[in-house]
């Protein structure tokens, strides 16, 4: 008897871990841990803060916060199906506030932000980001693995030292087209592209 309890316990708890794994994560948990493949597509959508997206060799999605001691709100939403991920973060306080996002090295990123600074570190794959208002710095490592690059501002400055681009004022942007397989497209409303 006290076997099958046993068993039906820790049956349970495999069961509970794996819809944990598979299905919607929601709180506000600092850090905030969940798995995720490398090589996969992730989507985000950021309140407006301070961001930094990092590339790790760890197979997971890990999200911190800090700067902020009073920010019992943020809400992390983050749901995986296979190779394909989805994250919101919501609820963030307006001033001094910095997320720092670790995502597989190899990570296809689509990211938007209403206002901020966006910095996007060591990060190989597609790359499709936006910001309304504010700074976008990206390391894009080696020029010569995208097969499209553009960049652009409606108003302010585009700087893209490894594809010899700097350019300011209204409406500037560039396209170029390259030997490799990625594609990064690069936009912020109002402030300043930073491709490195």
């Given at each position: 008897m006290k076997m099958t309890l046993l068993l039906c316990l820790f049956l349970s708890l495999l069961v509970s871990s794996a819809a944990a794994r598979s299905?919607?994560?929601?709180?506000?948990?600092?850090?905030?841990?969940?798995?995720?493949?490398?090589?996969?597509?992730?989507?985000?959508?950021?309140?407006?803060?301070?961001?930094?997206?990092?590339?790790?060799?760890e197979s997971q999605v890990r999200i911190s916060y800090s700067g902020r001691t009073?920010?019992?709100?943020?809400?992390?939403?983050?749901?995986?199906?296979g190779n394909k991920g989805t994250l919101q973060i919501t609820s963030c306080p307006r001033n001094n506030f910095q997320i720092t996002i670790d995502v597989p090295k190899l990570t296809h990123l689509h990211v938007r932000m209403f206002a901020g600074e966006l910095d996007v570190q060591n990060v190989a794959g597609n790359k499709d980001l936006e910001i309304d208002a504010g700074q976008l710095t990206v390391d894009v490592g080696n020029a010569e693995d995208y097969a499209q690059v553009d960049g652009s501002v409606t108003t302010g400055e585009v700087d893209a030292a490894p594809f010899h681009v700097s350019k300011g004022g209204l409406f500037r942007s560039f396209h170029q087209a390259g030997p490799g397989k990625y594609r990064l497209h690069a936009h912020v409303g109002a402030g300043q592209v930073d491709l490195n």
């Open positions: 299905g919607p994560s929601a709180g506000n948990f600092n850090p905030f841990l969940s798995e995720f493949p490398s090589g996969g597509e992730l989507r985000m959508s950021l309140c407006s803060s301070g961001v930094v997206v990092r590339g790790s060799d009073d920010a019992p709100d943020v809400r992390v939403k983050f749901k995986a199906d």
